[in-house]
């Protein structure tokens, strides 16, 4: 229990010690460290009262039927009837970056792989299977 009496909430790992799930972690520090512009100062403004959605998924065997789309459309309805002003979010992958851009979200900050050197502590590329070019972005959605 919490302090305050109501019940603490343990949610499963769902990567324990995965790799690749830290390297993500510091695409998204390092979209968040380059985060500039109007439209940033506007996200800032809204302080704490934002939602952050992580990670949309689907089983290889049932992509290309628009269940990323619904998911994100079903997410937005829901976050607007709990009148959330804003939605800040990481995408790094181009196929929901592209979904995100369809549902008006806007490009904060983008990373490329390509630049993140250093992980494994000997100076070698994070993503190196990446495609050249490849990047993840720190969008944001004004909902207000």
Do not use: C
Not at 84 to 107: H, N, V, W
């Amino acid at each position: 229990m919490v302090n305050d009496g109501r019940q603490k909430l343990s949610l499963p790992r769902l990567a324990p010690k995965s790799t690749h799930l830290h390297k993500i972690f510091k695409l998204k520090r390092e979209a968040f460290a380059r985060a500039e512009g109007p439209f940033w100062e506007e996200v800032k403004s809204f302080g704490d009262n934002f939602a952050a959605p992580y990670i949309a998924s689907v089983e290889p065997g049932y992509r290309g039927n628009g269940l990323a789309t619904e998911m994100t459309a079903r997410s937005l309805n829901l976050l607007r009837a709990h009148e959330f002003p804003i939605i800040r979010s990481f995408f790094s992958s181009p196929i929901t970056r592209k979904i995100a851009m369809k549902a008006g979200y806007q490009e904060i900050a983008r990373v490329y792989y390509d630049e993140l050197i250093g992980f494994d502590g000997e100076g070698t590329l994070d993503f190196q299977n990446a495609e050249p070019g490849s990047f993840a972005t720190f969008m944001a959605l004004k909902l207000t």
